[in-house]
């Protein structure tokens, strides 16, 4: 290995700071990338519903993509078009397609998604779409309808038409679905609420040919997200269908690192998928506490001159160009070199100032280091790990305009040196090779709008270049309005100024950003006004509530606008229409925001929202639609047929009759209020008024839930059936598999040992052991319970015993030990044995396992003799010749369990035994587990000494 070199790099613009360069604090990072934690899979953005023009649309997708490096979108289904306050038919199994209008989805898809997965994919990243629908009681979402909250069909129903249409139309399917957007944050997604519809969606997605999976919980912070984990994580019907675990910031998140670590103990992946306000600290956070896969700050973009706290870029009220989120830059820093399928990999440092992120993918590291903790200090970082090769070298400092340091080249196993600003964000980043076009950081007009007779403006652009080569600028005139005569003061300079912009209309103005090598074209579009321009209005609708319903007569009328100029803007609200015998009264109509009240008639309301500036006036129309007062749908009738069953029937059939006083259309929904532990009926059709219920396999009661509801009332019903135990034999007993239900009559109780008693026929015949403690022996029951297996034998686990005479033991059995066991009987297994077999080709003697033969007398009272020996903790074994042992030649004979406190009988004597033939299982080398013979003394003096223990 040649001598270690140490690259020092020292960014140009530094050369200057050499005082405060020798003043920085030294710094150590380790890389390891032998050490790995999760894989990213995706930064995302909350799609943009915006209607802005395709030029600055575009160029909006393009930075967010291309330079950002977003991959992820979140959609959310727009709840005042898509099958809102009415349902479609009623039945959760049919979508009435043309109860879903289309025009929202249609145009956010056709502006914002489309074109946005095009772009991903086109990088090679692989896109990733999730469905988010709101129910904020107090938003403009509104609450979640009654007929779609009470009926978890009608939910899916809902669902998957979303994703249906998306996938149909457009090609797109989602690779997730949330339930409900911070479930539980002003709805009634509770997390019970939320488990009965992850269990109903999650089935029909793929019998519909969909690949998504549930997105849960998504609730407003990390710490309500693991309540809402924590509520459903020991129900095993959910978790099939989950896909990712995600919490958005808005509160206490210390649960960050419990979600992270239950995830990976479900080999899921985890995201942060909301808070307006991130910081790169956020981000830092959430990779390492969180352990995220996935990461979102939150609107991709809206309107504002000055992007808000919770979009990646705004849209300029001049309609032409973008600004971007404060934070941008240093998002950039990490999210457009760290692509989807890199993994988060070890990085260490001895200074806790400065914190180092590190990601490996296809063998190459990117390293992130985060100098921007208090106290604020510059920082030589000197790295170790990397791999050889040709590395880029960026920062961001004070979240400000990122710049390129130039390539630095590692040959062999070397450290790297840099030297980090206070409050920086500095990448190390593998160069691809070769020489990489400008990054064009900026290109505007200012002012970004003129209005005449103003004419003139300032065009100016920037760029930083990978290679550190010169960059040069050359401006052209690319289109302008007939009558102007457009004149460019310095068009091969970065900032060049316009003049004779005197014909009102749109100029667009390109500006050639080159290396040596490439070149990178942009443009600059300058809206020249003639006069003054009216306000726009963004948004009208109502809330609190949404969807109104007599005997409610009120509502609150929300507006917004904007004013390219910034003019101060008058309000007015007025009542346009409203139905016959209504007297609408408007409360603080000159407030964006109007309280409606005295809407008391059904029917159609119209109000009007005017926006004047001191030149214009403009105004937009709402239709409030009040839906007449409502009684809750009636049910009849409900009932089970047969309401009361012996196994082994195991269905029955649920109808009802119901109807509704208005007429309304209704859901029905069938759900599981209890059953037996242990049972897991199943509901063929439960958005039927008539379905049949298969699994009702153990004896109890079973209580199943009819709810019907209409557009906003419920009623409910509960059907109750009684499933009883089959009258068998105990022959027919045994032959039943595990979980059966069985009555059991006229047998005797032949033994109560300490942990469970057995009763046999009154011919000796058969026998079976029970769970139950029974009580005294001689007496003549009737046994109640359910088939069980423990331990290889066959019992029934008790749940009622009647007394229903006495009459004697039955006699003992009298059996070599070699007898005990007996083959197969019914489902209870043959008892095996190993025995010495002379092999006469290789002239020894070998083990082998045999499989007993003969009645099977598992559970009957018998009567052994044989030798004491082998005692052990409660047992000792008894032989009487026999040729068997339990896979241990030096334990020849048959185990007897000696549960009680008095002594056991003495080694080395020879006994007389009263016992139950029982068996347990072994697991032996080579052979596995296998069932063999046990002995259960019925009691402590149940033995008795033939010959005592020889003398010594």
Not at 46 to 62: C, F, M, N, W, Y
Not at 656 to 677: F, L, M, N, R
Request: charged content about 15%; some cysteine.
């Amino acid at each position: 290995m040649g001598r270690m070199r140490h690259i020092r790099i020292i960014p140009a613009l530094l050369i200057g700071l050499a005082a405060s360069a020798l003043a920085a604090r030294a710094a150590n990072v380790t890389v390891n990338p032998a050490t790995q934690y999760q894989t990213i899979l995706g930064w995302g953005a909350t799609s943009s519903g915006i209607d802005v023009p395709q030029a600055i649309r575009e160029q909006i997708l393009d930075e967010a993509v291309n330079d950002l490096g977003l991959t992820r979108l979140r959609f959310e289904i727009p709840r005042r078009e898509w099958e809102d306050a009415i349902n479609d038919d009623g039945d959760p199994d049919n979508i009435v397609w043309s109860a879903f209008k289309t025009s929202m989805i249609d145009a956010r898809v056709l502006n914002w998604v489309q074109p946005f997965k095009q772009r991903v994919e086109a990088n090679g990243d692989p896109f990733n779409l999730y469905v988010s629908p709101s129910f904020f009681d107090g938003g403009s979402s509104g609450s979640v309808p009654a007929w779609m909250l009470n009926s978890p069909g009608e939910y899916a129903e809902w669902a998957t038409a979303c994703l249906l249409y998306l996938k149909n139309t457009y090609n797109i399917s989602a690779n997730y679905y949330s339930i409900c957007n911070e479930a539980g944050n002003g709805n009634a997604f509770t997390a019970a609420v939320v488990g009965k519809m992850i269990k109903t969606l999650g089935p029909k997605l793929p019998a519909l040919g969909l690949p998504t999976k549930i997105e849960f919980p998504e609730c407003m912070h990390a710490d309500q997200s693991w309540s809402y984990i924590q509520s459903l994580q020991g129900d095993a019907d959910v978790w099939p269908h989950i896909g990712v675990l995600t919490y958005h910031l808005y509160g206490p998140n210390g649960s960050r690192t419990s979600i992270r670590d239950f995830a990976a103990q479900k080999g899921l992946p985890t995201g942060q998928t909301e808070f307006m306000g991130t910081t790169i600290n956020d981000l830092y956070d959430d990779l390492t506490l969180g352990g995220v896969s996935y990461w979102e700050h939150y609107v991709l973009a809206f309107y504002g001159n000055v992007t808000s706290t919770g979009d990646y870029f705004g849209a300029n009220y001049n309609m032409a160009s973008f600004s971007r989120y404060s934070q941008y830059w240093n998002f950039r820093q990490i999210m457009h070199y760290v692509r989807p399928g890199a993994i988060r990999v070890g990085a260490g440092s001895n200074d806790s100032g400065l914190r180092p992120l590190a990601f490996e993918k296809n063998g190459k590291v990117t390293v992130v280091l985060l100098n921007n903790t208090d106290p604020q200090q510059a920082r030589s970082a000197t790295i170790t790990g990397l791999p050889a090769g040709t590395y880029g070298v960026c920062r961001s400092v004070a979240a400000g305009v990122y710049q390129e340091l130039g390539p630095r080249t590692i040959d062999g196993t070397v450290s790297i040196t840099v030297d980090t600003p206070a409050n920086s964000v500095f990448t190390i980043y593998p160069h691809p090779g070769g020489n990489l076009p400008p990054s064009v950081t900026d290109w505007k007009a200012a002012p970004n709008y003129l209005t005449l007779p103003a004419s003139a403006a300032t065009l100016s652009a920037s760029a930083t270049d990978p290679e550190n080569d010169a960059v040069s600028y050359l401006w052209s005139i690319e289109s302008a309005p007939p009558g102007a005569a457009v004149a460019l003061a310095t068009p091969d300079a970065a900032v060049c100024a316009v003049s004779g912009l005197t014909a009102s209309g749109e100029y667009v103005f390109a500006v050639n950003i080159s290396d040596p090598t490439h070149a990178v074209i942009h443009r600059v579009t300058l809206p020249v006004l003639a006069s003054n321009q009216s306000p726009i209005i963004e948004a009208v609708h109502n809330r609190l509530p949404v969807t109104v319903t007599l005997p409610a007569s009120a509502t609150t009328l929300r507006g917004s606008a904007r004013d390219l100029e910034g003019d101060p803007l008058t309000y007015q609200w007025s009542v346009v229409s409203q139905p016959p015998g209504a007297s609408a009264v408007l409360a603080n109509s000159t407030t964006t925001s109007c309280a409606a009240s005295g809407l008391t008639q059904a029917g159609d309301y119209v109000f009007r929202f005017e926006i004047r500036d001191p030149t214009h006036m403009v105004s937009r129309d709402m239709r409030v639609k009040i839906y007449p007062a409502n009684t809750a749908p009636v049910i009849s009738q409900a009932t089970a047929s047969p309401a009361s069953f012996a196994l082994p029937q195991t269905s029955t059939q649920l109808s009802a009759v119901t109807s509704d006083p208005q007429g309304d259309v209704i859901s029905h929904w069938w759900s599981v209020k209890s059953a037996p532990a242990g049972t897991k009926p199943m509901i063929a059709n439960p958005g039927s008024k008539s379905t049949s219920v298969t699994g009702l396999s153990l004896m109890g009661s079973y209580v199943f839930t009819l709810t019907v509801v209409d557009r906003t009332l419920v009623a409910t019903r509960d059907v109750s059936v009684t499933v009883t135990a089959q009258p068998v034999s105990v022959s027919q007993a045994l032959a039943l598999p595990d979980g059966w239900g069985v009555e059991i009559s006229s047998v005797i109780i032949s033994a109560v040992l300490p942990d469970r008693s057995y009763v046999e026929t009154a011919d000796a015949r058969r026998g079976i052991g029970m769970t139950s403690h029974l009580p005294l022996t001689g007496r003549v029951v009737k046994v109640t319970g359910t088939m069980t297996t423990i331990d290889g034998e066959r019992m029934i686990s008790a749940t009622n015993v009647s007394f229903l005479a006495s009459a004697p033991v039955p006699k003992s059995r009298r059996l070599s030990l070699n007898s005990l066991g007996g083959g197969p009987c019914g489902l209870q297994e043959g008892v095996g044995d190993w025995r010495l077999v002379w092999n006469k080709q290789s002239k020894v003697w070998e083990r082998r396992l045999f499989h007993q033969g003969g009645a099977n007398n598992v559970g009957l009272l018998v009567k052994v003799t044989g030798l004491v020996s082998n005692i052990g903790q409660g047992c000792f074994y008894l032989n009487d010749g026999c040729v068997f042992d339990e896979g241990n030649p030096s334990m020849r004979g048959v185990r007897v369990d000696w549960p009680f406190a008095d002594a056991m009988p003495a080694d080395r004597s020879y006994v007389e035994i009263a016992a139950i033939s029982s068996c347990r299982i072994v697991t032996v080398p080579q052979d596995g587990d296998v069932i063999v013979r046990l002995l259960r003394p019925i009691s402590a003096t149940a033995f008795t000494t033939l010959l005592p223990t020889p003398s010594p």
